[in-house]
């Protein structure tokens, strides 16, 4: 039987391997999360072990029938992480985050996400430009400073499915995953646009007036673009819902909100701008003005099928990238160790070099009890881990330069270093730096059924860390709005920043609840 020939038998052993994947999974899982001598290893890395594991038990399948069950190339793993996995992780980010921190955060993460990762992107792709001018290594053309800048946007790119897992696995301090969580999500955005744009401009001069001109005025394009339309997206689903009076089926009104959200991203993805951006903003608008139109059980439904497919797609993710890597290029000679080489590290430079500066800035105009402390900036730094996006940036960069493998390979190995290496240090660093993390059961940053969204997301007279109400028996211990490094002072509290102002006033102006037209 050829490959060809798939027959409704071998459609049941591929199920079943993914099945054994996903059940081997979750005892990891769980077993990491019991066992002090398991803890080193993180639940993605994990994921991309059992990848590697199916993808050999794949092979040996293959010379036993001379049938590859699982096949995986480049291109479908591209499509397949864009249009499937993707959205339904950003959009559960979105959705059950807890949106007081990262609301009164927004200047640090816009910061971070638009001016940091111009800085990372600026850093890595002139320090190889610099090194292939040299001659020090080999693997881009050195007269083409925008090949440079397309491998600095690609590895710019922090990977959000990575990061969430990871800081969601540790439950850190608000403070720091907000600000991280938030600018991984934007990063991502923002560097898939700029390397949209100077895709478009290959074998073009960089340094051209024009050329510069059109790179800026795209990247605009497609950044409001996508605001646009995750907003205009949200904003019609709630004002439908409310109008229709009938969705009292919570099947019909989950199916409403899943179809609006994957609108959302594949609307943006038609008009070649950022699906992320987009869905990520529907998620943020659907959790606040979509929540009082649904009923009771649609909300138990709609928060625990968003975080349970999220969960479903990062662990997709993760084992397609472990049977991507038995297809690595074993052709030495298309390695470039040198590039390699200098890759991992300029990727470690370019993410220390837009941390802390920007910190330093950025402290200069936050509060006194709302600094951005070192060792936050120092987890930010180790934070910064590389994954699919990048890897998906780097195999259409690929194409675009006649098959370059470099780009792949290097990025493959950064990607590998970061979340098998780096992202285990992870929790011994957080305990090294005494950076809170929430109790066990106790969830710090995202949202559960007992939080009630209006209060939790938006009391702003509570505002972060100081509690001017008084608080309760044992709240002192996991009040997760505190300043982790400062002590606890009744009866002062942060000022809020001018976006949390703004959103407070349309909020009052446009309360989440008016979008209810049956439950109060």
């Known amino acids: 039987m050829t490959e060809a020939g798939f027959s409704e038998i071998d459609w049941a052993v591929v199920l079943l391997l993914l099945l054994f994947a996903m059940s081997l999974k979750l005892l990891i899982d769980i077993t990491i999360r019991e066992s002090r001598y398991l803890r080193w290893l993180t639940e993605s890395g994990a994921t991309i072990l059992i990848g590697v594991f199916l993808g050999i038990v794949n092979l040996g399948l293959k010379r036993l029938t001379g049938i590859t069950f699982i096949k995986i190339s480049p291109d479908e793993f591209s499509k397949a992480f864009s249009l499937a996995l993707l959205p339904p992780i950003i959009f559960a980010a979105g959705f059950t985050m807890k949106k007081r921190e990262f609301v009164n955060n927004i ?44 491998f600095g946007c690609l590895l710019s790119a922090t990977d959000t499915v990575a990061t969430i897992a990871v800081f969601q696995e540790l439950n850190v301090d608000p403070l720091a995953y907000n600000i991280v969580f938030g600018e991984s999500v934007l990063n991502d955005a923002i560097a898939i646009v700029l390397f949209k744009t100077g895709i478009n401009f290959i074998g073009e001069s960089l340094f051209a007036v024009s050329t510069v001109v059109d790179m800026t005025s795209h990247f605009l394009v497609n950044s409001f673009g996508s605001v646009g339309i995750g907003l205009s997206v949200s904003i019609i689903s709630a004002m439908t819902m409310k109008q229709i ?54 909300q138990i439904v709609m928060l625990h099928l968003a975080s349970s497919f999220a969960f479903l797609c990062e662990s997709l993710v993760s084992l397609s990238m472990g049977i991507f890597l038995l297809r690595v290029d074993t052709n030495l000679s298309h390695w470039h160790f040198d590039f ?119 009391d702003f007279d509570a505002l972060d860390g100081d509690d001017i109400r008084g608080s309760h028996s044992g709240d002192q211990d996991h009040d997760h709005e505190s300043d982790p490094g400062q002590p606890r002072r009744k009866g002062v509290r942060r000022r809020p920043s001018r976006f949390h102002v703004l959103w407070r006033t349309v909020d009052a102006q446009y309360p989440p609840r008016r979008f209810s037209c049956i439950y109060s």
Request: glycine share 6%.
């Open 340 to 458: 390699v080489i200098a890759s991992v590290l300029l990727c470690f430079a370019s993410r220390a070099t837009s941390v802390f500066p920007l910190s330093a800035l950025l402290n200069h105009f936050r509060g006194r009890h709302n600094k951005i402390q070192f060792k936050h900036q120092v987890l930010m730094v180790i934070a910064g881990l590389r994954g699919a996006v990048a890897l998906i940036l780097a195999l259409q960069a690929s194409a675009a330069l006649k098959g370059n493998p470099a780009i792949v390979n290097a990025t493959l190995v950064t990607v590998l270093v970061t979340i098998l290496v780096v992202a285990p240090l992870t929790r011994p660093v957080i305990v090294w730096l005494n950076i809170k993390t929430g109790r066990p059961g106790e969830s710090l940053n995202v949202r559960t059924m007992q939080d009630d969204l209006e209060e939790d997301d938006f």
């Open 107 to 150: 200047g640090a993460i816009l910061v971070f996400a638009v001016f940091g990762t111009i800085l990372s992107m600026l850093v890595i792709a002139l320090g190889i430009w610099f090194l292939l001018r040299q001659g020090v290594i080999t693997g881009l053309d050195p007269d083409s400073p925008v090949q440079c800048m397309l």
């Open 245 to 298: 009076k009938h969705f009292t089926q919570p099947q019909y009104e989950v199916l409403w909100m899943v179809i609006f959200a994957f609108a959302s991203y594949l609307l943006a993805e038609v008009a070649n701008v950022s699906g992320i951006l987009s869905v990520f903003l529907t998620g943020v608008m659907m959790s606040h003005y979509h929540w009082y139109t649904l009923s009771p059980d649609a």
